[in-house]
């Protein structure tokens, strides 16, 4: 079944598709890949190739059977549009998204060409919420045009983990910005004025903002535990999240 997840900007997790490869420096100590390598030796179900790309269409079905109206995040454990994934498979999913439309889909990808390649010939179903991962200044930042040119009802951005200054962003369009750190023992610091820099800009342009964690160093730049070092910024949590209309 989908999986009831901890991370704080959605509510269930949803994998039709597990596994992956790195294409980004924000893929260096990849939590997806620890876990499925973890989840292979206890012998889950599904994790039988660790984290090598494998489909999971015993999985597509799940959101129909939840009649409750739920935010779920496609795909925890991979990405959606791996060149190894199909377009057959990906019109699939997209179908079940389609169908389920009492729950809200958020799909986060670091193929933000073939995202936006994808939907150059399609429309997103207004329940999919489409974001891109932007971690950095020369992989990640480049994404945010690949995803503005496409016609979702709420265009995301997820910077984590943060690892340098973004400098000055183009967010018009764009509806939702997370920031984070990255946690777990090889997690890499992330600087209170890159966190500022990113707010002061969906300020200015209407975005919301979205704080999700430290991560592994703190504010102050002491390594600690992520459930240590908090989600506290400014004094305060930072919650915003865009309207939602589910049904």
């Known amino acids: 079944m989908s999986t009831q997840t901890s991370i704080e900007w959605t509510e269930m997790t949803w994998n039709p598709v ?3 490869t790195k294409v980004s420096p924000g ?5 997806a890949e ?11 179900p599904g994790y039988e190739n660790g984290f090598r790309l494998s489909l999971r269409p015993e999985k597509l079905q799940e959101p129909l059977q939840r009649k409750k109206p739920t935010i779920y995040f496609v795909n925890s454990m991979s990405d959606l549009f791996h060149e190894q994934v199909p377009d057959t498979y990906i019109d699939q999913v997209f179908a079940v998204i389609h169908q389920a439309s009492q729950h ?7 193929r933000a060409e073939r995202l936006a390649d994808y939907f150059s010939q399609r429309t997103p179903p207004a329940n999919a919420w489409l974001g ?3 971690e950095d200044r020369e992989y990640g930042v480049p994404r945010i045009d690949c995803l503005r040119g496409i016609n979702a009802a709420i265009r995301f951005l997820s910077a984590e983990p943060l690892l340098e200054d973004l400098g000055e962003l183009n967010l018009t369009d764009i509806h939702w910005v997370i920031v984070g750190g990255g946690s777990g023992a090889k997690a890499r610091p992330m600087k209170q004025e890159w966190v500022d820099n990113i707010h002061r800009q969906c300020d200015a342009f209407g975005a919301a903002f979205f704080f999700k964690q430290w991560g592994g160093w703190g504010s102050d730049g002491v390594k ?3 459930k240590a070092n908090g989600r506290l910024l400014k004094g305060q949590t930072w ?3 865009p309207l939602l209309t589910l049904a």
């Open 132 to 134: 891109v991962s932007v």
């Open 104 to 110: 809200t889909f958020q799909i986060l990808t670091k």
């Open 224 to 226: 600690r535990s992520k």
């Open 27 to 31: 893929c260096k100590h990849c939590y």
């Open 18 to 20: 597990v596994g992956c």
């Open 34 to 44: 620890n876990m499925a390598r973890r989840l292979q030796a206890m012998g889950t």
């Open 239 to 241: 919650d915003e999240i």
